[in-house]
């Protein structure tokens, strides 16, 4: 063999080398950035479970707070029924001509105030102040 058949043999064998070594270290690139590209993706899914997490556990805070403010208004609203029912059956004899004890008006115009707020506002959160007996009143001289 002579010294030109060797030096193209060595460079031959050099650009094979190379060429293998270069696909090589491509293959390795490409794994290197997909694994990077999945750690990325596995750690937002992370973030995303907790958010959703602490939102459900948020959600389960207000649940309970507007069973509890719902309870105190079912409560609230069996005593108000239980003292108009006692009133009236108390003066039952008295009201043939329809005529109402001024505690069972009072109490009727409060409740009716009580429900205007709350439809306006619901049972926990506060909006503009609904208005009263006495406001609706004020200033309409068709009405005592």
């Known amino acids: 063999m002579s010294r030109a058949a060797i ?3 060595a460079l031959v064998l050099a650009l094979a080398a190379g060429a293998a070594g270069y696909a090589r270290g491509h293959a390795d690139g490409k794994a290197a950035e ?5 750690a990325a993706t596995v750690k937002a899914m992370g973030e995303q479970l907790q958010a959703h997490a602490d ?7 207000a649940s309970q707070a507007m069973r509890a403010a719902a309870t105190r208004l079912e409560s609230a ?3 108000t029924t239980r003292e108009m029912s006692d009133a009236l059956f108390a003066t039952a004899p008295s009201r043939t001509d329809c005529m109402f004890p001024d505690g069972v008006m009072r109490g009727l115009g409060a409740a009716r105030d009580r429900a205007a ?3 306006a506002s619901g049972i926990r959160g ?5 208005a009263t007996a006495a406001q609706e009143h004020a200033g309409r001289p068709d009405r005592p």
């Open 7 to 9: 030096a193209l043999a």
């Open 55 to 61: 939102l459900l556990k948020r959600s389960n805070v």
């Open 77 to 79: 609203n069996q005593q």
């Open 117 to 119: 707020q709350a439809a």
């Open 34 to 38: 997909a694994a990077r590209q999945d």
């Open 126 to 130: 506060a909006l503009p102040a609904a």
